[in-house]
């Protein structure tokens, strides 16, 4: 098994060190637009979320810490993995 070492970048939250990079992926049959990870993101400070089409879609994706609080919010578990992607090019489903 070959060792592999990525450099990152931190946010520094809630007394913790986060990864930077990874987003939320939303699964969008399983979303129902109730808002719970957009209220929950924006409270907590990042605002990543909106609602779009009645869809919760990652908008503000540089904002994103990777914490994952989003996951816990959702009643459908629409919000199911955190992944790394390119900031410009965010996941909309899994
Ligand atoms: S909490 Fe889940 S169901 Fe509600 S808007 Fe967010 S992703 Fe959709």
Redesign the pocket.
Same mark, same amino acid.
């Given at each position: 098994m070959a060792n592999k070492k990525i450099e990152v970048e931190v946010a520094e939250a809630f007394g913790r060190e986060f990864v930077k990079g990874n987003l939320?992926e939303?699964?969008p049959i399983? *979303?129902?637009?109730?808002?719970? *990870?957009?209220a929950?993101c924006k409270k907590l400070g990042p605002n990543v979320?909106e609602?779009v089409d009645g869809? @919760?879609k990652v908008v503000r994706p540089e904002n994103c810490i990777g914490d994952g609080a989003?996951m816990n @919010? *959702?009643?459908?578990? @629409?919000?199911f993995l955190m992944s790394r992607h390119d900031p410009k090019n965010p996941p909309e489903s899994v």
């Open positions: 939320p939303i699964n399983r *979303c129902l637009g109730c808002s719970n *990870c957009v929950l979320l609602i869809i @919760a989003c @919010a *959702c009643p459908t578990k @629409a919000i």
